[in-house]
């Protein structure tokens, strides 16, 4: 007996982009669910490790996954 394949098609026309490789602090502070401003703040402290290209700030994904993985963990109450 054979399984079916369970993938489902995306919808006709649905286009997904890749994941872009690195992302400005807005939308960096988007994809953390946190504000622009406590992106900087870890940004100064050294928490969250950041690339420039010119004038702009670019956090890599990886970055944020780092960022995420070092939070302490939340104890169960």
Do not use: C
């Not at 399984?3 to 807005?26: F, K, N, S």
């Not at 939308?27 to 100064?44: C, D, H, P, Q, Y």
């Amino acid at each position: 007996m054979q399984l079916a394949d369970t993938a489902v098609a995306a919808p006709a026309g649905a286009y997904h982009a890749p994941e872009a490789l690195a992302y400005d602090v807005a939308t960096a502070a988007r994809i953390m669910g946190v504000s622009k401003a406590t992106v900087f703040n870890e940004l100064k402290k050294g928490a969250i490790a950041a690339k420039k290209f010119g004038r702009k700030t670019l956090i890599t994904r990886a970055a944020i996954d780092a960022w995420v993985a070092n939070l302490p963990a939340r104890n169960a109450a």
